[in-house]
């Protein structure tokens, strides 16, 4: 029985030509947009967990501070503590979302990318930490990281050319080709 390999970037050969004459197929756009639409997803996803781990640290805190009349004294001596407890929750909701403000932009990002290639010879190089291997392939000057050895797919030592778009995190390939 054999194996399949699953990859990002399994293409067509009418998107290799595609992408050979500079262009990004349908088929990669919806690919594209569905890999935009789960990032922001993944962000946008975890607002519900915010909220609940908010207000449960919020009651525990008010009920441990309400509960005798010593503790309860001592909170409200002082208005910098309400201030403090007051301003927490809009704190906390803002940063949340700003990080799904940055997640939006990146997932635009990807969106209008544009086809960019990488060419040149193949090398590869790799590291080893808790989480297990990761690999480095190394087209030309451009850089691409993986989870699983694909040096059977990009031998080294050989020339190839890497079809791919790109945000500040995350190059995703769309085709590629052997060159010699």
């Given at each position: 029985?054999?194996?399949?390999?699953?990859?990002f970037y399994e293409f067509t050969p009418e998107d290799l030509a595609?992408?050979?004459?500079?262009?990004?197929?349908?088929?990669?756009t919806e690919f594209i947009g569905g890999m935009a639409d789960?990032?922001?997803?993944?962000?946008?996803?975890?607002l519900p967990l915010v909220i609940f781990f908010l207000l449960l640290g919020l009651g525990i805190?008010?009920?441990?501070t309400f509960s005798n009349e010593s503790a309860r004294k001592a909170f409200l001596s002082d208005p910098?503590?309400?201030?403090?407890?007051?301003?927490?929750?809009?704190?906390?909701?803002?940063i949340f979302g700003i990080s799904i403000y940055l997640a939006n932009r990146r997932a635009a990002q990807l969106e209008e990318s544009g086809l960019?290639?990488?060419?040149?010879?193949?090398?590869?190089?790799?590291e080893y930490s808790k989480t297990?291997?990761?690999?480095?392939?190394?087209?030309?000057?451009?850089?691409?990281?993986?989870?699983?050895?694909?040096?059977?797919?990009?031998p080294a030592g050989r020339r190839g050319r890497i079809f791919h778009c790109e945000t500040s995190f995350l190059k995703l390939i769309l085709s590629h080709e052997l060159l010699d």
């Open positions: 029985m054999s194996q399949m390999k699953l990859t595609s992408n050979q004459r500079g262009f990004i197929t349908p088929s990669q789960g990032i922001r997803r993944s962000q946008r996803s975890g805190f008010f009920g441990m910098l503590n309400l201030w403090v407890m007051c301003s927490i929750p809009p704190i906390v909701l803002g960019k290639v990488a060419e040149g010879e193949i090398s590869w190089d790799e297990g291997p990761t690999y480095f392939l190394y087209v030309g000057e451009s850089e691409f990281i993986f989870g699983e050895d694909l040096s059977g797919d990009f």
